[in-house]
């Protein structure tokens, strides 16, 4: 009889360990990190299993901001933005939504908590935090069963630092951007903001890869508006003087050189408009770079 309960009892004992470690499985919080070396940002992502909460945890050297959005693209996308607090100490971290390729504007239907520990450590930011109910937002939400879910990263200027408490404060464009993924179903999980804030350091990326490369903003237009203006001012209005002055004689030359001028002034306020309609056109002002 013994022999015959055996098995059984043998078989119960390894349910009961598959049983246990499967609950093990299930009380580690699912991480997933973006880590790059050229801009020595990491960004580290917890869905959490239970609410429509997601933690994170942001490392990087101090931009002048730096932005991780929740998308493919700018338009649509939920962008965290990073920035100095005004003193220096700490990190303010400011939800925005963008309608395109232009300055996204703050978005206050959302609440963004950091742990204690977050803040300016010698210079870099570091913070471990909570996006409340982030996984929806008004234009979208966030690809949470996907091994390739789809996000962008944005940062400013290495050297024009942004010190603003302001989550509203206005952002130049960036420096460069790019696209990544991450695997958010490893990354879902419960307990996620207590493994984060344990989370050692990591040079390396886990469940996460850049799409391509960074690409350098190189604002082409404000370059081109810089050009047509200066050669309007220090080329074409000069001679268009010396048309009406000196060589008045020949009035032709004069309607030739204020005709190129009036061409150029008005191309460059084309381009200068243009430009504008990327910013926001709000009243409070302008504190931050
Ligand atoms: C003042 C703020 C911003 C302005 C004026 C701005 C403007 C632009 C413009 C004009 C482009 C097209 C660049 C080109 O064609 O070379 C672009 C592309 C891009 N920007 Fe921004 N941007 C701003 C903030 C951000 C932020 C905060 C992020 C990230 C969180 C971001 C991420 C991207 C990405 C990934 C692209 C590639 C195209 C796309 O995904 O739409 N930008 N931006």
């Known amino acids: 009889m013994a022999s015959r ?33 050229d801009l020595g940002i990491t960004f580290t992502l917890n869905i959490d299993q239970n609410s429509e909460d997601i933690n994170f945890f942001l490392s990087s050297p101090p931009y002048s901001w730096v932005g991780v959005g929740f998308g493919s693209e700018m338009a649509r996308s939920l962008m965290l933005v ?4 005004q003193d220096g100490q700490s990190v303010t971290i400011s939800p925005r939504l963008a309608t395109g390729e232009t300055e996204p504007a ?69 420096e460069g951007y790019g696209r990544f993924t991450m695997n958010t179903i490893q ?21 996460a890869a850049l799409i391509g490369s960074l690409q350098k903003d190189e604002d082409r237009q404000a370059f081109a508006h ?25 009035p032709v030359l004069h309607m030739i050189t204020s005709t190129a001028l009036m061409a150029f002034v008005l191309g460059g306020m084309g381009v200068g408009i243009h430009i504008s309609r990327m910013y926001l056109i709000v009243s409070y002002p302008v504190t931050g770079s």
């Open 5 to 37: 309960l055996l098995p059984l009892v043998g078989l119960l004992l390894v349910s009961l360990s598959v049983y246990a470690q499967a609950d093990n499985v299930t009380a580690v919080a699912g991480i997933s990190t973006f880590y790059n070396e």
């Open 82 to 85: 990073f920035y100095s607090s």
């Open 106 to 174: 703050h978005y206050p239907g959302l609440t963004v908590t950091q742990e204690n520990s977050s803040g300016m450590h010698n210079g870099d930011f570091r913070v471990v935090g909570t996006c409340k109910g982030c996984r929806v937002w008004p234009t979208g939400r966030m690809v949470t069963n996907s091994t390739t879910s789809p996000f962008i990263l944005g940062f400013g200027s290495p050297t024009n630092t942004l010190a603003s408490n302001d989550p509203t404060v206005r952002l130049k464009r960036h």
């Open 187 to 207: 990354a879902t999980g419960v307990n996620g903001l207590s493994a984060l804030a344990a989370l050692p350091l990591t040079n390396a990326s886990d469940g």
């Open 226 to 250: 810089g050009i047509v203006m200066t050669l309007a001012t220090l080329g074409v209005a000069p001679v268009d003087i010396v048309t009406a002055g000196a060589l008045r004689r020949w």
